[in-house]
């Protein structure tokens, strides 16, 4: 089956302790994104990857950290998380200029 | 800035009714417009538009772009209670075809 995976699908942590949120696609896709969705704000664009070693930052990336070693893979990395980065966070990908898919999204929440 | 703006931001109807969802947006270097739909779990695709005036159509669910006038709509025929759910317009543009999202129109339909 088709599919963008996200692990853990809901962490509580506490100031400052890293974390990885883990993202993984079986679709080939060569596009990934990090979102987080806020009430009132809408899905805002972390980071992106357009390729395997290839990635750039989006509209809201400070304080997150990514990596793209290979082409299924693209862990969201919070080196000392803060409580405003109590968010929902969903992983997607997409074949290019196609349709764009998500993982079912990881509900982060920092103390 | 590219800016996708959605209207209204909610709405509420009665089972039966039709309803009129909007997007507009002002994107470097167009691509494509996508519709979402997003209940308490991850966006799951409806449609991508690419061509003006060139209408796409998913059983009660159709939509239609205007690169001219720069927005698209989502109409939704003979609404049912399962119709309820957050509607995200994205678009795609850009020379990294980045998506900018909409906050999104809550519809809610009232049996």
């Known amino acids: 089956e088709a599919q963008v995976t996200q692990n853990p699908r809901y962490l509580i942590t506490v100031t400052g302790k890293k974390l990885t949120v883990t993202c993984s696609q079986n679709?080939?896709?060569?596009?990934m994104s990090w979102y987080r969705q806020d009430p009132g704000l809408g899905l805002r664009q972390i980071y992106y990857s357009m390729n395997v070693e290839v990635t750039d930052k989006g509209d809201v990336p400070e304080g997150y950290k990514v990596s793209r070693k290979e082409k299924r893979n693209f862990p969201l990395i919070l080196e000392s998380p803060s409580p405003n980065q109590t968010s929902l966070y969903f992983c997607a990908s997409r074949p290019g200029a196609g349709e764009q898919y998500f993982g079912p999204g990881t509900r982060l929440t920092v103390t | 800035e590219d800016k996708v703006v959605q209207s209204p931001l909610s709405l509420v109807v009665h089972e039966g009714d039709t309803v009129t969802l909007n997007c507009s947006y002002e994107v470097t270097n167009f691509r494509s417009l996508l519709w979402y739909k997003q209940e308490k779990k991850a966006p799951t695709f409806l449609f991508m538009l690419t061509s003006s005036g060139i209408e796409k159509k998913s059983g009660r669910l159709s939509s239609i772009l205007d690169k001219k006038e720069l927005f698209s709509i989502l109409n939704i025929t003979a609404t049912q209670t399962g119709d309820s759910a957050v509607y995200l317009c994205?678009?795609?543009?850009?020379?990294?075809?980045?998506?900018?999202f909409g906050k999104g129109t809550l519809l809610t339909v009232n049996p």
């Open positions: 994205a678009v795609g543009g850009g020379s990294n075809y980045k998506l900018t």
């Open positions: 679709m080939n896709h060569e596009y």
